[in-house]
């Protein structure tokens, strides 16, 4: 039985104000790695002098994951499942702003030293107040018995299991093979964790608390089952980032049918989403079509890693990198950020202003265009010949996400407006 402080945590999740600071930070991270994401890409249009292209693109990729997606995973997180007094703990906010100073060590050293002592330091330290935030969150909600907090505790064990592949990386440089498939493999098990783990059953996780705290019963055997079923599927999906390696029938095989439980689990949430079609249309305006991206970015991603299972698409995504990034910006721009953005809409994370609506337009019009051409870019010699000016298009296009992202932080600090886009 649920307490009488937990009920009353329900009943005004809406009024329990957000760590402004926290949620800045937490966009301040996200605007930094757009503007690296460009020097990035300026790289195949004209080389920057001293630019460590590998350097940079630690740091890029570290900060995303870490100081804009799993920082604010946490806060929302937070919020939503634990009592309003125990989010005030001091212990709660120390470990928010230790992971936050770790992440901005990394920022500061990535990208003039690459994977050293500094910045590997930081990784370390980050992944043990990773493991702290985690279990708090496990202990202070277990009197809870609801399928949100089952997909909370999945989330957080997939982040934990996540970490054995940076965990493996220290032993495999020091035995020299930092060239060899083991160490792309360490890294796909981390990233294939990440995003197909703690991303998106955290994501579900606040989806779900969402319909649990307006009556919407998520009891039934539909999502239950809908759930359980993608749960058994991520480990054994692992395999879909590792066919490329040419590993044993028998992961073949278990990819295969990782592939097809993801695809089931896909049809009974179509079936569940179609009941819930009132409560969706309930939602404040951009909300509801950010969640809209975010589902659709989701059901490309399943059908893709489905693909992958196919020797011959396999192959293809090994030697055409440009496909890998067409993924990696599909889940974290689009589903994961698109998600995360419409709940602080939803749930008044973020102040509205004319300068957001015009920031959310700017950043799904560079979304959009640019992933085409990153998929146009990948077809290059495929299905199509070379395009030569497809990189100086993608810069471009590009710069429309950190311009609008930059219109919904700067909007943080006007006046804000009514709730209409």
């Not at 009024?15 to 605007?31: A, C, D, E, K, M």
């Not at 920022?107 to 702290?132: D, K, R």
């Not at 498939?181 to 579900?204: E, K, R």
Request: hydrophobic share 55%.
């Amino acid at each position: 039985m649920e307490s009488l402080q937990e009920k009353t945590h329900a009943f005004n999740l809406h009024i329990i104000p957000w760590p402004r600071h926290g949620v800045l930070t937490s966009l301040g991270f996200f605007l930094s790695i757009q503007i690296l994401g460009l020097l990035l890409r300026w790289q195949f249009i004209q080389g920057i002098p001293g630019f460590n292209f590998k350097f940079f693109l630690h740091a890029h990729s570290h900060v995303a994951l870490l100081g804009w997606v799993h920082a604010l995973l946490m806060l929302a997180l937070m919020r939503a499942f634990v009592p309003h007094w125990q989010a005030q703990e001091k212990s709660w906010k120390r470990l928010f702003w230790g992971a936050q100073l770790c992440v901005l060590g990394m920022l500061l050293s990535f990208p003039f030293q690459g994977y050293a002592a500094v910045s590997i330091g930081f990784s370390t330290l980050f992944l043990f107040v990773s493991y702290a935030q985690a279990a708090r969150l496990i202990r202070q909600t277990r009197t809870e018995r609801s399928l949100a907090r089952w997909m909370l505790v999945a989330s957080l064990w997939l982040m934990v299991l996540s970490s054995l592949g940076p965990w493996s990386l220290g032993p495999i440089m020091a035995l020299k093979l930092n060239q060899s498939p083991i160490y792309f493999l360490a890294i796909y098990f981390y990233l294939h964790f990440q995003y197909n783990g703690w991303f998106v059953f955290a994501l579900a996780a606040l989806f779900l608390k969402y319909l649990e705290l307006r009556g919407q019963d998520t009891s039934n055997q539909l999502p239950r089952l809908a759930f359980f079923t993608l749960f058994l599927s991520v480990i054994p999906a692992y395999g879909l980032s590792a066919l490329w390696a040419h590993p044993p029938a028998w992961v073949w095989g278990l990819s295969g049918l990782s592939a097809l439980l993801q695809c089931f689990s896909l049809v009974l949430l179509w079936r569940w989403g179609l009941r819930s079609q009132d409560l969706w249309k309930s939602l404040d305006f951009w909300p509801r079509y950010l969640l809209t991206l975010t589902w659709f970015c989701f059901n490309l991603k399943l059908l893709l890693q489905a693909l992958t299972a196919l020797p011959y698409f396999a192959d293809l995504v090994y030697h055409q990198r440009a496909l890998v990034i067409f993924y990696l910006h599909l889940v974290l721009l689009g589903c994961v950020s698109a998600g995360l953005l419409a709940w602080l809409l939803q749930e008044k994370g973020l102040q509205t202003h004319p300068s957001v609506s015009t920031g959310i337009l700017l950043y799904l019009a560079g979304f959009g265009s640019s992933e085409i051409l990153i998929l146009l870019q990948g077809m290059g010699g495929w299905l199509l010949p070379p395009l030569p000016l497809l990189p100086v298009l993608i810069f471009a296009f590009s710069l429309l996400i950190p311009v609008g992202w930059g219109l919904i932080f700067l909007g943080q600090f006007l006046k804000p407006a009514g709730d209409r886009p």
